[in-house]
């Protein structure tokens, strides 16, 4: 299933650059500041990295399509009863799938919106009281997310491009009947990337 939507994704996109002249793509890499609903945990710092490839349809619309390996979850520390310090996290990797509208607002300078499409690879809820740290791997995970992103990116000449974007999740990470409440990803990224023309 995940392979027959990622095939759907890429062949729709390159089927509308088709013939187009004003085609780049390239690498990116950046950070997530990440959280879930209803954990009453507080946020997690970690990566994505990926590719991005897009196309301009005139001088002021495009599209962007990214495919991104990206770390997420949401973490917590405290100490115990015993004054042990407590680190727990629940981190959940996705490869996610935006699908992005590109606006060209001002000079190189873009606003981005689209649905964005994660494929969920796995979780694990790790928890270390001082010295010892355990992993459990976390089952009834959504191995299929849809999130809302938002966001701006200004290119450079030279061809690195700075990116921050806001993805709102729109369906639940676990599931709601055996977690007992939504829990929907909430992730905050920046990005640097290069482009390079086809």
């Avoid at 997530?32 to 990566?47: P, R, W, Y």
């Avoid at 060209?104 to 809820?125: C, I, Q, R, S, T």
């Avoid at 928890?127 to 459990?136: A, H």
């Amino acid at each position: 299933m995940k392979r027959i939507l990622l095939l759907i994704v890429v062949v729709a996109f390159f089927g509308s650059v088709k013939a187009q002249s004003d085609f780049n793509f390239g690498p990116k890499v950046g950070l997530n500041v990440t959280n879930l609903t209803n954990f009453e945990m507080n946020n997690k710092a970690s990566i994505h990295f990926g590719g991005f490839a897009n196309v301009k349809f005139s001088d002021f619309v495009g599209m962007q399509v990214e495919l991104l390996y990206s770390r997420q979850g949401t973490r917590d520390k405290f100490h115990s009863n015993y004054n042990k310090k407590v680190t727990s996290v629940v981190r959940v990797n996705y490869l996610n799938i935006p699908v992005l509208a590109r606006l060209n607002v001002w000079d190189n300078l873009h606003v981005e919106v689209g649905p964005e499409l994660g494929l969920a690879l796995n979780a694990k809820y790790v928890e270390k009281v001082g010295d010892e740290t355990t992993k459990v791997k976390m089952h009834n995970l959504n191995t299929v997310g849809l999130s809302l992103a938002v966001g701006a990116s200004y290119e450079l000449d030279m061809g690195l491009m700075f990116s921050a974007r806001y993805n709102i999740g729109l369906t639940n990470v676990f599931d709601k009947d055996i977690v007992g409440e939504s829990n929907k990803n909430h992730v905050f990224q920046l990005s640097v990337g290069y482009k390079l023309n086809l």
